[in-house]
């Protein structure tokens, strides 16, 4: 069968980046664990080192494997992107992309909703090189024109914000930065492929943390960044120059949890829909932070460019005392308290938006935490936050404040 014409997700997923012909009638691509590959002549070898940075394949294994292509290959199909790039973590994607389009003197626009760890690099390695970064208001919009400069170079998304949820109106905000002439970056983790689509909505560049939902199992740590033809040879000289290069085991495992990525995400999103209805009746929660709940405020925009909600999304409390958190918390016993999130298990993180945020303030006074939820049986999991709540408000008894 001809695999240009499968089009739906769920049937791409089962076949793109495989060739059972090649793997000699195996399902599955092997596993290439390798650091040197041998030519026979000098004319392949000089060959294969003509064009390290196109897609014309591998000189030497840093730039990949059979097994990195099969994965590169299955996800810019997936996004109508022209190639990707695997690197070792997701953090490695998006280090690779700014230091591709970033120079001494250049500007960057960064979402003040960012994961933590890409505001770090911005100011604590790009701000060593001379290259200046403004956050901006997340909810900015077309308002993102009065922010552009003459040397404003890349504009960073990620929506919603993986903290906080927001969800920025993303054709607004990369026209904006075009007609500025900078270079459009999306960390597109949260969505992955299937529930956003980044270039049919002006992104340029989009990154994911593949050890989030594509590996899906919490066993493995992989980033990816996909673009057009005309962003691809920049953003691969900068991981090349890093010298990223994907693990085999790690890479296999990715291909390896795409094929399932339609059916994890369908159960992390009606999960994580009814914990934040369920979480909305609850006496001791202020908000919801999902928007795929209709009074959500990104409700409209999500609604407009996303085809799904993953797993992922927040909750404010009302404020307690921090002994009664600590008691609702430390007797979970489905939630797992740690970094990280997209695998097939229940996930639980306090965390303080008002200490990162430069450009726009974090009102809620009560404590955030961001829930994943896993594939675990729905109502386990509301029983298990029912029994925390319980506990969080005998812990608060007349200390209510
Ligand atoms: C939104 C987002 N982007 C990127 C990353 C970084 O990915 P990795 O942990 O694979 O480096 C994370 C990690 O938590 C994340 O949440």
């Known amino acids: 069968m001809n695999k240009r014409k499968l089009q739906k997700f769920d049937t791409l997923l089962g076949h793109l980046g495989r060739d059972t012909k090649a793997q000699r009638g195996s399902v599955n691509p092997p596993v290439y664990r390798a650091s040197t590959i041998l030519f026979d002549t000098l004319g392949e070898f000089e060959q294969a080192r003509r064009d390290v940075l196109g897609k014309g394949r591998s000189s030497y294994v840093r730039y990949g494997t059979q097994t ?3 994965l590169e290959d299955a996800l810019a199909a997936l996004e109508g992107a022209y190639g990707a790039i695997a690197v070792p973590t997701g953090l490695a994607a998006i280090a690779s992309t700014l230091v591709a389009f970033l120079a001494r003197g250049g500007h960057a626009l960064v979402a003040d909703s960012v994961y933590q760890p890409t505001r770090r690099i911005c100011d604590e390695l790009l701000a060593g090189f001379g290259i200046e970064t403004t956050y901006y208001d997340p909810l900015i ?3 993102i024109a009065g922010l552009m400069r003459a040397n404003t170079k890349l504009v960073f998304l990620e929506s919603p ?3 906080t949820f927001e969800v920025q109106d993303v054709p607004a905000i990369a026209a904006a930065a075009h007609a500025a002439g900078a270079v459009v970056v999306m960390d597109n983790t949260w969505a992955t492929p299937l529930y956003f689509q980044p270039r049919r909505h002006g992104v340029d560049i989009s990154i994911h943390s593949a050890t989030k939902y594509i590996v899906g199992h919490a066993d493995a740590m992989l980033g990816l960044v996909l673009s057009g033809e005309e962003h691809y040879r920049q953003v691969r000289r900068a991981a090349v120059l890093l010298g990223h290069a994907a693990a085999p085991d790690d890479v296999y495992l990715a291909l390896r949890g795409l094929r399932t990525l ?3 995400l369908d159960r992390h999103q009606a999960n994580g ?6 979480l909305q009746t609850q006496p ?8 795929g709940l209709p009074d959500d405020p990104g409700h409209a925009l999500w609604r407009r460019d996303f085809t799904g909600a993953s797993g992922l999304f927040g909750v404010v409390l009302k404020p307690c005392p921090r002994a009664a958190l600590a008691a609702m918390l430390d007797g979970l016993a489905l939630f797992g308290m740690g970094v990280s999130w997209g695998g097939y298990e229940s996930l639980i993180l306090p965390c303080d938006p008002a200490s990162i945020r430069t450009a726009t303030a974090w009102e809620d006074p009560g404590p955030v935490l961001r829930i994943h939820a896993g594939l675990e049986d729905v109502g386990d999991l509301i029983a298990d936050l029912e029994a925390g709540f319980a506990r969080l408000e005998s812990a608060c008894g007349d200390a209510n404040p």
Do not use: C, E, K, Y
Request: cysteine-free; overall charge positive.
């Open 273 to 278: 829909l009814a914990l934040a209805r369920w």
């Open 141 to 143: 919009g077309a308002g």
């Open 262 to 264: 339609s059916v994890r």
């Open 284 to 291: 001791r929660v202020s908000r919801v932070l999902h928007p």
């Open 161 to 163: 914000g993986s903290l």
């Open 68 to 70: 990195t292509f099969a």
